[in-house]
C-alpha cells in the first residue's frame, strides 16, 4: 500500500490539455479526502443509503463523493457494499414495521422536570424509507444477481418490451392475413 503524502509534498498528475494529456508534478491538496473521511462516509452510507448525508457527515460535496467514486475504484466497491448494507437495513426496517408495527413514546415534560403529558404513537412516517427503497431496488438487484450467478430481467426492461412489440407485431400479421383469407 503507498504511503500517504504529506501536504505540501509534490506528485505527479496528469494533466489535461488540447491535444491529449501531460505529465506535471503538483502538490498535495489539503482538503482531499483522508482515510477518516472515506471511513465516515462509507459508515454514514451504510447507515443512510444517502450520499448527500454521507458527504454532509465529513464536510464535503456529494459530486466530490460522486467524482471519487469514479475515479477511485477501491472507493467504488466500498459504495456499493455500503449501500448494500444500507438497502438491507431498509429492506428490514420495513419488514419489521409490517409485521409488528412500532411505538414511540413522546413525553413532555411541565418546568419542574415532571411528567406533564405522554403520548404513544403506533406508527411512524416510512415515506423516506420508500423511496430509498424503490431509488436503488435496480442497483441492488442487479448485484445480487451478479453474485448469485443469476441474470433475471425485469419485465419492463427495454429488451423485454422490445420481445413484446415483436410478439404483438407478429400476431397482427397473422390476424391481418387471416382475414384476408377469410374475406378472399
Known amino acids: 500500500m503507498a504511503a500517504r503524502k504529506k501536504r505540501g509534498e509534490m506528485v505527479p498528475q496528469r494533466q489535461a490539455m488540447a491535444g491529449g494529456t501531460q505529465a506535471q508534478m503538483r502538490k498535495v491538496r489539503g482538503d482531499g479526502w483522508s482515510q477518516a473521511d472515506e471511513q465516515l462516509f462509507l459508515e454514514t452510507l451504510a447507515e443512510t443509503c444517502n450520499a ?7 464536510g ?9 467514486k469514479k475515479a477511485v475504484p477501491a472507493f467504488a466497491q466500498a459504495w456499493m457494499e455500503a449501500l448494500t448494507i444500507g438497502y438491507q437495513e431498509i429492506e428490514m426496517l ?3 414495521e409490517i409485521l409488528f408495527g412500532s411505538e414511540v413514546e413522546d413525553i413532555t415534560l411541565d418546568a419542574e422536570g415532571a411528567v406533564k403529558t405522554r403520548k404513544v404513537k403506533r406508527s411512524r412516517n416510512m415515506a423516506v424509507a420508500l423511496r430509498l427503497l424503490a431509488y436503488h431496488r435496480d442497483t441492488m438487484m442487479a448485484m445480487r444477481q451478479a453474485a448469485a450467478g443469476v441474470t433475471v430481467e425485469r419485465p419492463d426492461s427495454p ?5 413484446v412489440d415483436a410478439i404483438m407485431a ?15
Open 159 to 163: 429488451d423485454a418490451i422490445a420481445r
Open 94 to 96: 420495513l419488514m419489521r
Open 52 to 58: 448527500s448525508e454521507a458527504a454532509r457527515a465529513i
Open 60 to 68: 464535503k460535496s456529494r459530486t466530490g463523493a460522486y467524482r471519487r
Open 170 to 184: 407478429e400476431v397482427q400479421a397473422e390476424r391481418g392475413r387471416a382475414e384476408a383469407v377469410g374475406a378472399g
